[in-house]
């Protein structure tokens, strides 16, 4: 039988729930990021609408 050594990371629990703490930062992290710029996306959509507005009515003046 070979003699294998254990080391703190090969059976205890502790590492699992660290391997779980971190990919669930990594997915929220990812989740965070996704909304962060979806925000920002409809704020520049929201611009632009505002700006066809004003220049829609702008237009419709001169004619």
Do not use: C, G, H, Y
């Not at 729930?17 to 989740?31: E, G, H, K, P, R």
């Amino acid at each position: 039988m070979a003699n294998k050594r254990t080391t703190f990371w090969d059976n205890t629990i502790i590492p699992k729930i660290m391997l779980v703490i971190s990919l669930f930062m990594i997915v929220f992290s990812a989740v965070f990021i996704l909304k962060k710029s979806n925000q920002k996306e409809q704020k520049l959509v929201d611009k632009v609408e505002s700006l066809e507005v004003r220049l829609s009515l702008i237009e419709s003046k001169q004619k």
